[in-house]
Nanobody, 119 residues
Framework: QIDLVESGGGLVQFGGSLRLSCVYT????????MGWYRQVLGKQRELVAT???????VYTDSVKGRFTISRDTAKNAVYLQMNSLKPEDTAVYYC?????????????WGQGTQVTVSS
């Protein structure tokens, strides 16, 4: 059983910040591409950000300059620092891991954590 466990979601006001954490139980993920997706009810799950084992990052355009993804292999964790949050960032955020970085629906997934941004 490979587990990805997210935490850090919640309710925040427009312009506020949250930090999401994802802890994984198997150190093999340290060599995987890891990241975050988000999904609004009734819409497709979309990429937010990924970080490779070499530290290279990818962001969707709508979060560039506001969100920062990072990883700490010593702690078996991946983080998403979200600043300047907007109501349109409201979604369930899912932690993701894939050996080659293949997109959804491939890879391993956490259960999700709700982020709600009020206007």
């Amino acid at each position: 059983q490979i587990d990805l466990v997210e935490s850090g979601g919640g309710l925040v006001q427009f312009g506020g910040s949250l930090r999401l954490s994802c802890v994984y139980t198997d150190s093999i993920f340290s060599s995987y591409v890891m990241g975050w997706y988000r999904q609004v009810l009734g819409k497709q799950r979309e990429l937010v950000a990924t970080v490779s084992s070499d530290g290279s990052t990818v962001y969707t355009d709508s979060v560039k300059g506001r969100f920062t993804i990072s990883r700490d292999t010593a702690k078996n964790a991946v983080y998403l620092q979200m600043n300047s949050l907007k109501p349109e960032d409201t979604a369930v955020y899912y932690c993701y891991a894939d050996e080659s970085g293949a997109p959804y629906p491939h890879g391993y997934w956490g259960q999700g954590t709700q982020v709600t941004v009020s206007s």
